[in-house]
């Protein structure tokens, strides 16, 4: 069965960090882009970052750019979303994706609709 699992999330202290988790079973992801969302209490559904299939380029929201960074290992069917510096806007439940693309240097950052597969998500609060 195919499953994506997200973890570590959890409450943090304003400026802490948290490194959040995503590990698939079921499937080999090499050929896939890796989506990282969030959602807030009363938002949309906010893209934060996505790392691409070939050449695992990274493209981080402004919102988060320069204090989250997003990496994936493809052995393991891992990837990984650094998160510091946190703020209480950053508060949300974070979920991770996944999306069939081939081989390309792209991903769609803020484009929900475009990735099949999404994890349960985890809990992110970020309060003092």
């Known amino acids: 069965q195919v499953q994506l699992v997200e973890s570590g999330g959890g409450l943090v202290q304003p400026g802490g960090s948290l490194r959040l988790s995503c590990k698939a079973s079921?499937?080999?992801?090499?050929?896939?882009?890796i989506g990282w969302f969030r959602q807030a209490p009363g938002k949309e559904r906010e893209g934060v970052a996505c790392?691409?299939?070939?050449?695992?380029?990274?493209y981080i929201a402004d919102s988060v750019k320069g204090r989250f960074s997003l990496s994936r290992d493809d052995d393991e069917n891992a990837s990984y979303l650094q998160m510091d510096d946190l703020k209480t806007e950053d508060t949300a439940v974070y979920y991770c994706?996944?999306?069939?693309?081939?081989?390309?240097?792209?991903?769609?950052?803020?484009?929900?609709?475009?990735?099949?597969?999404w994890g349960q998500g985890t809990q992110v609060t970020v309060s003092s």
């Open positions: 790392i691409s299939s070939l050449g695992s380029r990274t």
């Open positions: 994706a996944t999306s069939w693309r081939g081989q390309t240097t792209r991903c769609p950052i803020d484009a929900a609709n475009e990735y099949d597969q």
């Open positions: 079921g499937f080999s992801w090499n050929f896939y882009i």
